[in-house]
């Protein structure tokens, strides 16, 4: 950074206002001197204007900050001027320098090999400020050739030695693009400082707001080093106060854009120097204040990351807590009883974007173990996650790669979710043998399920699939074609989704239904109308699941739960457990084995924060204990929780 403030003080030190650095006429006759000044009048319009010359970080195009209209008339004037001027004067002393000027204005007009023309026609020019302004043209050839690290060894002799007040603007800025373009990153940065100190209050303005989208181009962590170098010593950094000021406006930025806390932290903090904030002042401040970004075990601590993307995923998500908390003895007097598990939770605000922040809340808010993906493309990206931090992560659906295949869960990922496949495969062998030879599809996601749905089936498969969740065009109608099924000779409908909805409208058919219900929909209500005969349901079911209910009071069947826990459950809730409780009941015993040798400190230090998630994470692996949703008591060596997946026939509540 010491190379950086000498390279910064040298450049900067070529500067100083236009008006006191003279300027020797090269002229030999009084009236080109005079007609000289006109062409320097036409240059100063024509830079007023055209105050923008710089190459987008995007590419190489021209950016005209000016009025393109008027940039052209000014530019087409001072084309005029130059070229009069050298008809006339053609062997005057000033006519390597219009000829110079002539050659900045072809390149900014895009007549690229004209001006190299120009600039070639002045290659014998001895040292001196005309020379200095063809090399400062010969640099800019070679950054539209791509070949910016030459046009930097051009200049870089240059520094300290411009002194004709309009060749040092072309100067700064050129050395500054160079720099950049050939990612030079510390240098370049420097280099734009100088430009920004070395120009005029006229041209402040327009230099400022290229600096600006310079700065935006450069890698973030190059922001970073140079900013701390800045705070740590103003003198030593030699960069101007408004050079800090933009690179901390621009980490500002950076830090919302990412939902970085820590940098947020960093740069509000009143011991580093004053921070400006620019416009993301207000988000920086709020970023500052959440959890992001902090590392930290907060005793034995489960997180929850819940979806909002649909109210369907929600309804999951709220199933799924009640699951948990009933585990977790929540609520409770005292807190930190039942080994003192706590639970903290954050949703993901609707879009994956969102899921990272609020998985970095939870880290912050001292979570060692993380339950989150609701659904198999959140589970996945929730997954990755994990494995990137180290943190032990369940997901409740199984994650799935882009393949469709379960994904590999690595160290850190586990899941006690049950595959879409997996599923339909088991309900249409129930079916198959039920002696259901026809079977049709009822999904909300016709589109996702309809390949499975034909796997599975192959040519018992019947269309068209039924896309439930429809509003009917007149109230009471049915908006499943079971007629169309009846024709067909279908008797077995697979309900993967709107269950209770399908089996209603089946009711209106004269037919005779069997329904297979996924695991999610083996508890759906069914109240029996007066043709409840013509229904039948066949649902998976698995561990203690589903309970089976012979009267519309379920507690009337309690004798026939053999697991006390769930006794217990039912005989509190008065409900019979779905399939999202379980999950998260299940979810709930196994996290609460694996915190619970934690102590119940907080710890903020590296080495004991990662022995403590990895400690989590290896007593997830061998927990055991009695589960709702599994025979199994806990998770295999592939950190997967397996199952035997069994069809029960459910009977019609009397």
Wanted: proline fraction near 6%.
């Amino acid at each position: 950074m010491a190379a950086v403030a000498m390279v910064t003080a040298a450049v900067v030190a070529c500067g100083g206002r236009s008006r006191d650095v003279p300027v020797a006429s090269l002229s030999s006759k009084p009236a080109a001197e005079r007609a000289f000044e006109a062409v320097r009048d036409a240059w100063e319009r024509y830079d007023q204007v055209h105050d923008d010359w710089n190459v987008s970080p995007d590419g190489g195009a021209v950016v005209l900050a000016g009025e393109l209209a008027e940039d052209r008339r000014e530019s087409g004037r001072l084309r005029v001027q130059l070229t009069g001027f050298l008809a006339t004067y053609p062997d005057d002393g000033l006519a390597p320098v219009a000829r110079a000027y002539l050659a900045f204005v072809e390149m900014e007009e895009g007549s690229w090999e004209q001006a190299r023309a120009d600039v070639a026609r002045l290659s014998t020019l001895p040292e001196g400020s005309t020379q200095n302004l063809v090399t400062i043209a010969d640099a800019r050839l070679l950054r539209h050739d791509r070949r910016p690290d030459a046009a930097l060894d051009l200049l870089r002799p240059l520094v300290g030695k411009v002194v004709d007040p309009i060749a040092r603007v072309l100067f700064l800025e050129e050395i500054a693009l160079d720099a950049v373009e050939a990612k030079r990153d510390y240098e370049a940065l420097a280099y734009l400082d100088a430009w920004l100190r070395g120009v005029g209050e006229d041209k402040r303005g327009a230099v400022r707001a290229s600096v600006e989208r310079w700065i935006a181009a450069l890698p973030p962590r190059v922001l970073e080093d140079t900013y701390r170098a800045m705070r740590q010593s103003r003198e030593e950094s030699g960069y101007g106060g408004e050079m800090e000021r933009l690179v901390g406006e621009r980490l500002a930025l950076v830090a919302v854009d990412r939902g970085d806390s820590r940098l947020a932290r960093w740069l509000l903090d009143p011991d580093a120097g004053t921070f400006v904030g620019g416009d993301a002042g207000s988000e920086v401040a709020e970023l500052a204040t959440s959890l992001r970004g902090l590392d930290s075990v907060t005793g034995r601590t489960l997180g929850v990351l819940l979806p909002a993307s649909s109210p369907a995923l929600r309804d999951l998500a709220a199933a799924t807590m009640r699951g948990l908390a009933w585990a977790l003895d929540l609520p409770r007097v005292d807190p930190y009883g039942a080994d003192g598990v706590r639970l903290v939770s954050q949703d993901d605000g609707g879009d994956a974007a969102n899921a990272e922040r609020a998985l970095e809340e939870l880290v912050g808010e001292g979570a060692a173990v993380l339950v989150a993906g609701f659904e198999p493309a959140s589970a996945a990206r929730a997954i990755a996650w994990g494995a990137r931090r180290h943190i032990a992560v369940i997901t409740v659906a199984v994650p799935l790669g882009p393949d469709g295949a379960p994904a590999n869960l690595g160290p850190s990922g586990f899941t006690v979710g049950e595959t879409r496949a997996r599923e339909m495969k088991t309900l249409v062998a129930a079916l198959t043998e039920a002696h259901q030879d026809r079977l049709a599809l009822v999904a909300r996601s016709p589109s996702a399920d309809e390949a499975l749905f034909t796997e599975a089936a192959g040519a018992r498969a019947t269309n068209p699939v039924g896309a439930c969740g429809l509003t009917p065009a007149r109230a009471g109608d049915p908006t499943l074609p079971f007629a169309v099924w009846a024709r067909a000779g279908v008797k077995g409908i697979l309900a993967m989704s709107c269950a209770r909805q399908a089996m209603e409208e089946a009711e209106d058919v004269a037919a005779t239904w069997t329904f297979g219900l996924p695991l999610d929909n083996a508890s759906t209500r069914f109240d029996p109308g007066p043709k409840a005969a013509r229904v039948h349901r066949l649902a998976l079911g698995a561990g203690a699941l589903p309970v089976v209910s012979r009267t519309a009071d379920v507690l009337g069947d309690l004798v026939q739960v053999t697991d006390v826990d769930m006794r217990a459950y039912i005989a509190r809730a008065a409900v019979r457990p779905s399939w999202a409780l379980a999950l998260g009941r299940d979810v709930g015993r196994l996290a609460r084995i694996a915190l619970a040798p934690l102590p119940l400190d907080t710890s903020t230090e590296k080495a004991e924060v990662d022995h403590r998630r990895i400690a989590a994470r290896d007593a997830l692996l061998v927990a055991r204990t009695p589960l709702w949703t599994s025979e199994q008591r806990g998770f295999d060596a592939n950190h997967v929780l397996p199952r035997t997946l069994r069809a029960v026939e459910l009977p019609t509540p009397k």
